[in-house]
């Protein structure tokens, strides 16, 4: 990580609640959709390799701004 610090950040209520939605939508893996709600609290971009997840959020009406896909 280039010698920086790395903090974790600590989901909240209504990162849950943001997640507990995307479940009952049709997404499959809550830790894909605890980083999607952290992400967008938080407004840090979330990096991720799952086009799948990408994908699902589109097709939902969520925004995918802050999520940076590597192919």
């Known amino acids: 990580m280039y010698g920086d610090t790395i903090h974790l950040i600590t989901p909240v209520d209504q990162d849950l609640s943001t997640a507990y939605d995307l479940i ?15 992400s967008r609290r938080t407004g840090i971009t979330a990096i991720t390799v799952d086009e799948t997840l990408v994908d699902f959020l589109k097709k939902h009406g969520y925004s995918t701004d802050k999520m940076l896909l590597l192919t």
């Open 24 to 38: 009952k939508t049709g997404l499959s893996d809550l830790f894909d959709a605890i980083l999607y709600a952290t």
